[in-house]
């Protein structure tokens, strides 16, 4: 009889950390690796509204699992938020009977995820949703322990569209406050709701310290500040690659990776445009840099029209985003420059490139590892920004000695195998208390 206690990941992707990947690829693929080797019987599942493709990376990533004896579920369908022919009808169910899943999407929806357990004879003791709205939602009435990682509150998220909103239209009429209210209410209600969810789980890791202190505060009882993971470098073969392909001159700065009208990186290139570039142009002068904005989708409207400058290109979608990554003597942060503060893996990514890393200060309130001088060069405003940039791209050995820091934070704080254990410990200490289990 297998006695190993049974622990379902779950996330929006099928996980791999090869190839061209992203957070919401590398991390549950590490979870899922190093629960196995810790000795759990782990299964992997992918939740969402839509099957995502699967790349030739993710289905070597599944390969990969599968040998270290992963179990792989088939891809499970939840179904997307209803819409409501009635205004009436949808205010009531948001702000009178403050519906959870009027409020969550993919809230209640457990019955899929329980029929492809059944359809596998197999059911876990313990689920971790990892970043993923939907799925966390929808395994919130699992007869298991719960244990979802959790990245930005949801209410959070809303309240910083709604500020990009007012970026956007900055002028007040009936019809804007009217939204604004509207919105302001609804926010209000999300927030009650997903506060309500969490103090269900048992266990809730939160990846940001400002984030984890937030749920303490509101008395979500499972709550810790699990620190995020990526895999570090094996040997020195990034600075080698660095010394050659580095482009100083012009200077190549990377100054964003990701979604261009994600929540953050809409805030990150609007400091860009209006503050970050206006200061490198006098500090560095005309045409000395450039700064490269790697990711898919546009910016939001009014944000594409800060980045209207030569010195900004918009590369889009790059395959090689690693190998881009080599070549630019600076990883840059905007993103926490505004009152919207969260922690970015991009960071961790950015590190085991080997990358001098400039970012606002505010960004240690999410990430306190991160200590200017040490293994990143933070700064207060976009003058400050430009100062930190000009300083590191005329100081090699300087890049150099933080790469190296950053590498030993990844290899010390942020490595996979460290992180796990301790969500291995708190697994089997709750489990220990009978918590859910069968």
Same mark, same amino acid.
């Given at each position: ?7 379902? *990941? ?8 090869? &190839? ?38 993710a289905r070597a990533g ?7 004896? *992963?179990?792989?579920? #088939? ?24 519906? #959870?899943?009027?409020? =969550? ?39 298991? @322990?719960?244990? #979802?990682? !959790? ?6 998220? !809303? ?18 406050? %009217?939204? !604004? ?9 999300? %927030? ?26 509101? &008395? ?51 400091? @860009?445009g209006e503050e970050i ?9 005309? %045409?000395?840099?450039?700064?490269? =904005?790697?990711?898919?989708?546009? #910016? ?30 600076i990883f840059l942060l ?7 503060? *969260? ?40 003058? &400050? ?21 950053? @590498? ?18 708190? =697994? ?11």
């Amino acid at each position: 009889m297998n006695d190993r206690l049974r622990v379902l *990941v779950m996330g929006g992707t099928w996980p791999h950390r090869a &190839g061209n990947v992203q957070a919401a690829d590398v991390v549950p693929y590490e979870i899922a690796r190093c629960l196995a080797a810790e000795g759990f019987d782990v299964a992997v599942a992918c939740v969402g509204f839509a099957e995502p493709p699967v790349s030739a990376a993710a289905r070597a990533g599944l390969a990969e699992l599968q040998q270290l004896g *992963v179990r792989l579920l #088939p891809f499970i369908k939840i179904a997307p938020p209803p819409g409501s022919n009635s205004a009436l009808r949808k205010w009531w169910r948001l702000l009178i009977q403050q519906d #959870p899943a009027a409020l =969550i999407p993919g809230y209640g929806q457990s019955a899929p995820i329980l029929s492809a357990l059944t359809a596998a004879n197999w059911t876990p003791h313990v689920a971790i949703p990892i970043w993923n709205y939907e799925a966390t939602a929808a395994a919130a009435d699992l007869p298991c @322990i719960l244990y #979802p990682i !959790y990245g930005n509150p949801d209410d959070k998220v !809303y309240l910083a569209n709604l500020r990009l909103m007012w970026q956007r239209e900055r002028r007040l009429s009936a019809g804007w406050l %009217g939204r !604004y209210l509207a919105d302001r209410l609804r926010i209000a209600a999300v %927030g009650r709701a997903h506060l309500a969810m969490l103090n269900r789980f048992e266990l809730v890791a939160q990846n940001a310290a400002n984030d984890y202190e937030y749920y303490r505060s509101a &008395g979500v009882s499972g709550v810790h500040y699990l620190r995020n993971m990526w895999p570090a470098p094996v040997d020195e073969a990034w600075a080698e690659t660095r010394d050659r392909v580095e482009q100083i001159a012009p200077l190549k700065i990377a100054g964003n990776v990701g979604h261009l009208n994600a929540t953050a990186n809409s805030f990150g290139l609007l400091a @860009i445009g209006e503050e970050i570039v206006p200061a490198l142009r006098r500090r560095l002068g005309d %045409g000395t840099f450039g700064m490269h =904005i790697y990711g898919r989708n546009n #910016p939001r409207p009014f944000i594409a029209r800060t980045l209207r400058d030569p010195h900004i290109k918009l590369r889009g979608f790059v395959e090689d985003i690693d190998g881009e990554l080599l070549s630019c003597p600076i990883f840059l942060l905007a993103n926490n420059r505004y009152d919207f503060k *969260v922690g970015h893996t991009r960071i961790l990514h950015a590190f085991a490139l080997g990358a001098c890393v400039v970012a606002y200060r505010d960004t240690a309130i999410a990430m306190p590892e991160l200590m200017d001088g040490k293994n990143i060069l933070l700064a207060d405003d976009g003058p &400050g920004i430009a100062e930190q940039i000009a300083r590191a791209a005329a100081d090699a050995p300087l890049r150099r000695r933080l790469a190296r820091a950053g @590498i030993d934070t990844l290899r010390t704080l942020f490595r996979p195998e460290t992180v796990v254990e301790e969500m291995a410990a708190l =697994i089997r200490a709750e489990a220990a208390r009978g918590g859910k289990v069968a």
